[in-house]
């Protein structure tokens, strides 16, 4: 065969030809019959046939359509194929009978009928096999073979050329493959330059030296020859470069164009001359990425890479005759082998197929349905040297599912994030719920990091209802779509419906109507009236994407796989409170659990400190997904105040939130949380959606925190959550979308999960006030320091334990020598400060002020005077204003020396108390379940 094709190299006849004669074409022509026009006929390629041969095959293909519901026959004309060419054999090869069967194939006609879907006309490529006897002719041009579709104008006349060479025609100056057969010629006898070639002469290959400084004819490689002027030549053995000499002289080299000898050159003018051609190795490589695949499901899919260093060629693929042809033509089905049968007359066609001029491949084989056993392929270049082997193994498929948990609980309207183990798959079918609960919603999922399993979220607050599927369903690593939310897509076919017969429902909607879950002329989105409310739904998981209605009119996964139950509990508001963390950004901390490990219990909050409200509250967390411009993400990275502003302006939702101060007055509205026009460094909302609980932080020293700007401190505050409920009315949906009221009236609070009359509402007390300190220690106002290497300055402060600070001491004018010592703390346990001096340099009698610094601001400004004992007095409380430091602070020049106290042990956790002030992080009653929240959070992400 020419140009690469296949040659077939275990048949009971050996397809020879190497010598290039002169060149003859061939055409050959196609036509059709049925009804008018029922076939459109068009040449996609033919094969050259080579001549001196008794037995070889050509291969042409065509493209045929035949229109909607027809049949044709396609007469085949050989009238214009030379004389001498002999046809022994045919065989017709429809590559997707799908589309197009053949049928009564004959040396001069073959049928052809439509097998597409009734409306479609069906089109394939149709693979025409000839057995040619070329014995005795040589190279022409010219040859036609016409196929005529017998029932209209279709047509096509298909040209080729008889050529020397079964697999590449010789010339000098070109390139061949080791293992290709060529072929030399001449035409009755050759002269030339004295030298004369006969008929029956004997020729010589020998090397082409190109190892001096001019090239000359080397050594002997092989020596053949002509019988009737012709010759194979075969490069087997053949690698570099190399000419064709006379056997009686090898002092002079054969020009050869198209395996025809043409002139002769001296070796003394071979630089000068065109004469030598080359022989090269091609390689081959074969790479199954996985050993071991099952019969069945997603595993049965592995990775074919095919590596060459050859543009294209024709390989022909065998397992040692484990497998048959089709078998290995379902293997290799992916369009891009282009696998090919042989036809029936060849020896090998029971077990062996070919690629059809592929060069470097990366794609999936299947497997699917072949037998247990372990395989090796045989790969082989039709007309080279070059092959290659893989081994698979394949076991039986045990497809399974398993879920992370038996039973996902979650309160209505939040969301719900699910895990599902695969075996032996990487994808899987989902059904959510069934007729019992009134929704059924289809997932496919897919393991997308290999992991075996695949996670996702589920938002049920809009689980069901027209809302963008990433406002419903979420996966960070995995493939998951939603018959209900944008439809699936990922798979090649999508999920089927059936009785319990097998027959075929047809759509999603026809599923749903048949369970009795919506009318027919409704859509899916009409199955329910409100969110899912609580109670359990069933999780199905199945291995095929077939779903059953049975005679009982219910549900059915054709492939149960696994199962699972959703828990959706009643969610409500529980408890309202205020908590106090060191001043910065609301959003410093993104981090919940570094939120909490700062956060003491507080009612009084000091201006600039941040201020945590703490809502422990479900079933609001879907619906400010849905709503949040992060969408899931929101999780993990915050919700914005506005988020919670949008949702408590959706009137429908009966959902309010409010903070408001009581400084109302006719004429001006109370100064409240402006949780619409911030950013998140004034206000940010942090979320445990599992344990229920909401944290609205808010930076105090925000001018945008509030509306009207600067609050005027102390100023008492009211936080209210309440979930609102119509006095008759539940919760529907509008009819337009995921929204709704009080029987669908979007400006009608009916919160969706509540029975009519049946509000929950919490509230919270707090007081935002001015920073203050007061220090112990104090004598008539004085506070007392001892003339000491180790004074001690303590006090108490409103300022949020664990914030950063310091103590400052200086002398006042006239003290000689003047200080100024500062050292730094922290603000710790119940507010209390404590700072170590030294002062042992100092005069009794020395007096100073002392004050706390936090942030640049001194609070409790007090006069000191350095004393020889301290004794013990009555902290005065600090009614002073508190005042920026303008002095310029003089060098200190004593080094206050380290506390070395002995620390008593800590527990590893904090114990927090229910008072007013505490150590930073919750307290055991009041907000144990927060903290645990927090670490299953902790463990939730982690994971």
């Known amino acids: 065969m020419t140009n690469g094709n296949y040659r077939l190299k275990a048949r009971a006849v050996f397809l020879a030809a190497l010598m290039v004669f002169s060149v003859f074409a061939g055409t050959v022509a196609f036509a059709g019959t049925a009804a008018a026009n029922a076939s459109d006929i068009s040449e996609v390629s033919a094969e050259d046939v080579p001549v001196e041969q008794d037995e070889v095959t050509q291969k042409i293909e065509l493209d045929i359509t035949v229109t909607d519901g027809n049949d044709d026959t396609v007469n085949i004309d050989t009238a214009d194929v030379p004389a001498g060419v002999s046809v022994d054999n045919i065989d017709v090869i429809s590559t997707n009978t799908s589309a197009v069967s053949v049928s009564s194939i004959s040396s001069s006609s073959f049928d052809v009928a439509d097998e597409s879907p009734s409306g479609e ?7 025409v096999y000839f057995e040619h006897n070329t014995e005795g002719l040589s190279p022409q041009t010219g040859a036609n073979i016409d196929f005529n579709a017998s029932s209209g104008d279709g047509s096509a006349e298909v040209a080729f050329d008889l050529v020397a060479g079964n697999d590449a025609q010789l010339n000098s100056g070109s390139t061949y493959w080791q293992g290709q057969e060529t072929a030399v010629y001449v035409d009755g006898s050759f002269s ?83 004469v030598a051609w ?57 369009s891009a082998f282009n696998a090919q049968p042989l036809p029936d007359y060849d020896d090998d066609s029971e077990d ?52 992370s948990q038996g039973t996902f609980s979650q309160t209505a309207g939040d969301v719900v994030n699910m895990t599902i183990q695969l ?66 897509d990922e798979p090649d076919s999508g999920p089927t419906f059936e009785d319990e017969d097998g027959n075929d429902i047809g759509t999603f909607s026809d599923y749903l109507t048949e369970l009795d879950l919506i009318d027919s002329d409704e859509d899916p989105t009409d199955q329910l009236i409100r969110p899912l409310q609580p109670t359990t739904y069933d999780v199905s998981v199945g291995g095929d994407e077939v779903f059953i209605v049975n005679d009982d009119d219910e549900s059915e996964l054709n492939d149960e796989i696994g199962l699972a139950t959703l828990d959706l509990t009643e969610p409500g508001v529980d408890n309202l409170q205020t908590w106090t963390a060191p001043s910065d950004n609301a959003d410093a901390d993104e981090e919940l659990q570094e939120v909490l490990d700062i ?143 009080a029987d669908g009236d979007t400006d009608e609070a009916a919160y969706p999960y509540f029975d009519t009359g049946d ?14 300190a007061t220090f112990d220690n104090q004598q008539d106002g004085v506070v007392q320091i001892a ?20 103590v400052r001491v200086r002398s006042d004018q006239g003290v000689s020598p003047s200080f100024v010592k500062t050292v730094s703390t922290e603000i710790g346990d119940d507010g209390v400060f404590e700072a170590t001096f030294d002062f042992s340099e100092q005069s009794v009698g020395d007096t100073g002020t002392v004050s706390l610094r936090v942030g640049g601001s001194a609070y409790g400004q007090t006069d000191a005077e350095i004393v020889e004992d301290v004794g013990t007095a009555t902290p005065e409380p600090d009614t002073a204003t508190p005042e920026p430091d303008t002095a310029t602070p003089e060098p200190d020049t004593a080094t206050p020396e380290p506390d070395t106290a002995t620390p008593e042990p800590e527990p590893d956790t904090d114990t927090p108390t229910e008072t007013d002030t505490g150590t930073p992080g919750f307290g055991v009653v009041v907000a144990l379940t927060a903290l645990i929240a927090a670490a299953l959070l902790a463990i939730r992400r982690e994971s």
């Open 121 to 127: 006309d069906g089109t394939a490529t149709v693979l």
């Open 192 to 274: 030339s330059g004295g030298v004369t070639i006969e008929g029956d002469d004997q020729l010589q290959i020998r090397e082409y030296d190109t190892s001096g400084d001019d090239p000359q004819i080397g050594t002997l490689q092989d020596e053949f020859s002509l019988e009737g002027g012709y010759a194979d030549v075969s490069t087997d053995d053949l690698d570099g470069e190399y000419v064709v000499t006379p056997a009686s002289d090898s002092s002079v080299a054969l020009v050869i164009d198209d395996g025809e000898i043409t002139s002769v050159v001296e070796e003394s003018n071979l630089a000068a001359n065109t």
């Open 278 to 334: 080359e022989v090269t190795t091609q390689d081959l490589s074969i790479d199954f990425d996985e050993e071991s695949v099952t019969n069945s499901g997603e595993d049965s899919a592995n990775e074919l890479e095919i590596e060459t260093n050859r543009g294209s060629s024709d390989i022909e693929v065998s397992a040692d005759g484990d497998l048959e042809q089709q078998e290995l033509l379902d293997i290799f089905s992916d």
């Open 352 to 403: 062996t197929i070919v690629l059809g001029s592929i060069g470097d491949v990366t794609e999936d084989t299947d497997f699917e349905d072949i037998d247990e056993g372990e395989y090796e392929f045989t790969f082989e270049v039709s007309d080279s040297t070059a092959e290659d082997s893989g081994t698979v193994e394949v076991t039986e498929s045990d497809v399974d599912a398993g879920f």
């Open 423 to 488: 075996e032996d798959t990487d994808s899987a079918w989902v059904q959510l719920g069934d007729e019992d609960s009134g929704f059924v919603d289809i997932l496919y999922i897919e393991d997308d990091d290999d992991d075996d399993e695949v996670t996702f979220w589920v938002n049920t607050r809009t689980v069901g209802t027209s809302a963008a599927f990433d406002q419903t369903y979420y996966s960070e690593d995995d493939i998951v779509e939603s018959q209900i939310h944008g439809g699936i």
């Open 599 to 741: 956060v003491t219990q507080q009612t009084e909050i000091a201006e600039d400190d941040r201020l945590v409200i703490q809502a422990e509250a479900s079933g609001i967390y879907g619906h400010m997904v849905a709503i949040d411009e992060n969408g899931f993400d929101a999780f993990e990275d915050g919700f914005s105040a506005s988020t919670l502003y949008e949702l408590d302006e959706r009137d429908g939702e009966g959902v309010d939130f409010t903070v408001e101060a009581d400084d109302a007055t006719g004429n001006q509205e109370a100064t409240s949380l402006d949780l619409e026009n911030v950013d998140n460094q004034d206000i940010f909302i942090l979320v445990d959606n599992q344990a229920g609980q909401m944290f609205i932080i808010v930076d105090t020293s925000s001018d945008d925190a509030f509306s009207g700007g600067d609050i005027d401190t102390p100023e008492e505050f009211t936080a209210d959550l309440t979930y609102e409920t119509d006095s008759s009315d539940r919760f529907e949906f509008d009819g337009s979308g995921p929204l709704g009221g």
């Open 759 to 772: 509000d929950q509402s919490q509230s919270a007390e707090f007081t935002i006030a001015e920073g203050s």
């Open 787 to 806: 003339n000491t290497g180790e004074a001690t300055v303590s006090g108490e402060t409103n300022i949020a334990p664990g914030s950063d600070a310091s």
